[in-house]
């Protein structure tokens, strides 16, 4: 075949970028047909608002797309900290970690042209990895002190390890081990983020620490993908960028993508959060260093586009970025089963429970262990500073919200999003009843008042309880702490409280856990007994054995009261699906326990009771869509 001349592949080029370039990402004007209520879209903004109003964020942008189709893309807030400067929905965010898909989905490429071996060793591109050391920590039992030796490595690290994260890599921030400490040690960092340094340096850098575990045994999040980076560089022959560029980021016409912002695009770049230092990401400057695990910027435009390719199988819009088999690879579990996934809470992504890892993603694989709405199949990640986006093959859904928000604040705004997204679907309407009863006897109507509890937020949440103690946890200063224990719980039962530290549990010391070996400690089968040591104040230490009950973190309460004879529900906290805080809707009966909403979405409720005759239950929308709240009072 005969090499085509520059201005052939130029124009060739020209015309993938206007190709790519007709995917519309302007909403369409009736979400209803795309199965979502406009009323309940609206209360992302609404709660977006509140957020910019009481200084957690100074505004995000979020889409949400499904079938190919835009439901709901939006901006809320300002760009600047002043909040003079409206925000635009094609904001340009730093989107750190959710950088490595991209990097992956480049490696994947290489993969298919056969210049890439995801299942050669590191070395073999990069051979300073040769002779990289494991370190392996060890506790003398009589004094207590602990030893790093260091040992070969059993089997070579492969690329397929930096694709998965199970290189045996860190982050200096993720962990207390000594591994983690002679990262912080190193100085490595200031030079790592330095805009004169390159991926070359880096690696050579990194070839002189050890490893913390052995390749192929753990999974644990770190520089994988950053040296992903630079294996591309030398399987393609290319800087990571142009590589990028040449083969992602311009066929699919994402042309606000890249490891710096230059001077004309400055005015759509986000303030970082407030207390963030942007020095060491100095992204509005030129650079050399490429980090593809954390280094990009985008705008909500630009990353549906990577979205909507991924969720077609590889291709948008007549370009073919991917195959089939290599989306469908990167978005299956590539963990073996000795490996458990460890990114329960990894610190910039969230709560991922639940889930497994594939080539490049998070990947929602168990709905009893899941904290987060979705389809099992679901994949996902995000990045510090609040970048966080999802894809559900099953509902043909993206959802993408970029925030900018200090390290460690993330979760409560991806948490709010996601459960706001399906709890913005709707379920086919039923209509209004053609009669309702006359009347209905006032005492029954008041046996139905109390607080029901949801764990669902729509009828696409599928969650399940779990075995577990019934706390929320986190890990500060390499400690297990109880945030809370959950009301009525297992632990609360036995007098675990907030600030309680967790030293132990069945006996093996929490100090140096990572977040999610923590938590599967703590989980189980129901009915079986865990053992708790706990160091509280200047008291001795305390020692509990607690029975795993079914635990699932509840959602959000309904409110029934009857007033002027009438029934009203009225939603405690978040919203669930008509019912919102601070707005009671009076219910219309259809019987002598069913009810509907007359107007919005015509929910229809059924109460149920249990065999003493007490209402128990409150079940919306009754059927193969249903969700069910149970009484607490």
């Known amino acids: 075949m005969k090499r085509l001349h520059r201005p052939i592949v130029t124009l060739l080029m020209l015309c993938f970028v206007t190709a790519a370039r007709a995917y519309d990402i302007a909403p369409v004007s009736d979400p209803e047909t795309l199965d979502f209520s406009s009323s309940r879209l609206a209360r992302i903004a609404a709660w977006q608002q509140a957020q910019v109003d009481a200084g957690a964020f100074s505004g995000a942008v979020s889409v949400i797309a499904r079938n190919g189709k835009v439901a709901y893309l939006r901006a809320v807030g300002f760009r600047d900290h002043a909040k003079t400067i409206p925000l635009r929905t094609d904001a340009i965010f730093w989107i750190a970690s959710a950088s490595k898909p991209i990097t992956s989905a480049a490696a994947m490429m290489l993969a298919e042209e056969g210049k890439l071996d995801l299942a050669a060793p590191v070395h073999q591109y990069i051979p300073a990895f040769k002779d990289t050391m494991v370190g392996v920590e060890t506790r003398d039992p009589v004094s207590g002190e602990t030893r790093l030796a260091l040992e070969p490595q059993k089997r070579p690290m492969i690329v397929e390890d930096l694709l998965r994260h199970t290189s045996g890599f860190v982050y200096q921030d993720q962990g207390d081990a000594a591994v983690h400490k002679l990262y912080r040690e190193s100085g490595m960092y200031p030079r790592f983020f330095a805009r004169g340094s390159t991926l070359q340096d880096f690696a050579s850098r990194l070839a002189r620490l050890p490893l913390a575990h052995q390749p192929g045994d753990i999974w644990e999040y770190g520089h994988s993908v950053d040296l992903l980076g630079r294996v591309i560089e030398i399987a393609s022959g290319q800087p990571l960028d142009q590589f990028l560029n040449s083969h992602l980021l311009k066929p699919l016409g994402m042309v606000d993508t890249a490891f710096w912002v230059p001077p004309e695009k400055l005015d759509r770049l986000l303030d970082p959060p407030v207390g963030e230092q942007m020095t060491d990401r100095a992204i509005a400057k030129p650079t050399m260093l490429f980090a593809g695990g954390q280094g990009l910027v985008s705008s909500v435009p630009d990353f549906l586009r990577f979205c909507q390719m991924v969720l077609n199988g590889g291709e948008l819009d007549g370009v073919r970025i991917l195959s089939p088999a290599s989306v469908r690879r990167m978005t299956t579990n590539a963990l073996p089963h000795r490996i458990r996934f460890a990114g329960a809470h990894v610190g910039n992504v969230g709560p991922l429970g639940g889930s497994t890892f594939g080539l490049g993603f998070a990947i929602r694989s168990n709905a009893a262990y899941s904290t987060m709405p979705g389809s099992v199949g679901s994949f996902s990640w995000g990045g510090a500073w609040g970048a966080y986006f999802w894809i559900d093959p099953a509902e043909q859904l993206i959802a993408i919200q970029l925030v900018q928000v200090p390290v460690g604040r993330e979760q409560p705004e991806r948490q709010a999003f996601r459960n706001l997204t399906y709890g913005a679907f709707r379920v086919p309407d039923q209509g209004v009843p053609a009669s309702v009863p006359a009347a209905i006897d006032q005492a029954a109507l008041a046996s139905f008042e109390g607080t029901y509890t949801f764990t669902s937020f729509s009828s696409r949440d599928k969650q399940e309880p779990f075995g577990g103690v019934g706390v929320r946890i986190e890990m500060q200063n390499g400690f297990l702490k109880v945030v809370s224990p959950i009301q009525d719980g297992p632990a609360a039962r036995a007098g675990v409280v907030a600030n309680d530290i967790i030293t132990h ?60 004879g009438k029934v009203q529900i009225e939603a405690s906290g978040a919203p669930v699906l008509d019912f919102e805080n601070g707005a009671p809707i009076t219910v219309v009966p259809m019987s002598t326990n069913e009810f509907f909403v007359d107007g919005r979405d015509h929910t229809r409720l059924a109460f149920e009771r249990d065999a003493a005759g007490k209402a128990t239950r409150l079940v919306l929308n009754p059927g193969p869509w249903q969700i069910t709240g149970h009484r607490i009072n």
Do not use: H, N, W, Y
């Open 505 to 564: 549990v069945d006996d093996v010391a929490t100090q140096g856990m990572t977040f999610g070996q923590a938590l599967e400690k703590l989980r189980g089968p129901v009915d079986t007994t865990v053992r708790l040591k706990i160091a509280r104040g200047q008291e001795a230490p305390i020692e509990l054995t607690i029975v795993r009950a079914g635990v699932r973190l509840a959602g959000a309460d309904l409110q029934v009261s009857v007033k002027d």
